[in-house]
């Protein structure tokens, strides 16, 4: 079992930025952050192996960056020029190599205009 601490999470003016964090409770293979407008689908926002493979949605290519620190367990994403389009509850993600999945409880996120 993994447990996700998540934390960042807020109120911010379009154009500002936030930086995620989430911590996990032991190392896993792949970390990274998924969202959920209201009324919509969660969808991919980003993701990070343990040796730092990436992948990005198109929408925050260029203003999100994924990192992770393995010594804690920890992925951030640093999300920068924020639109109220980002508005949404923010999961982060984890997955073993063999493909098991643990979720976070969600932090908001609110990009005002």
């Known amino acids: 079992q993994v447990q996700l601490v998540e934390s960042g999470g807020g109120l911010v003016q379009a154009g500002g930025s936030l930086r995620l964090s989430c911590a996990a409770s032991r190392s896993i293979f792949s970390m990274g952050w998924y969202r959920q407008a209201p009324g919509k689908q969660r969808e991919l926002g980003a993701t990070?192996?343990?040796?730092?493979?990436?992948k990005y949605a198109d929408s925050a290519k260029g203003r999100f960056t994924i990192s992770r620190d393995n010594a804690k367990n920890t992925v951030y994403l640093q999300m920068n020029s924020l639109k109220p389009e980002d508005t949404a509850v923010y999961y982060c993600?984890?997955?073993?190599?063999?493909?098991?999945?643990?979720w976070g409880q969600g932090t908001q996120v609110t990009v005002s205009s």
């Open positions: 993600n984890a997955a073993s190599i063999f493909r098991q999945e643990y």
């Open positions: 990070i192996t343990n040796s730092d493979s990436t």
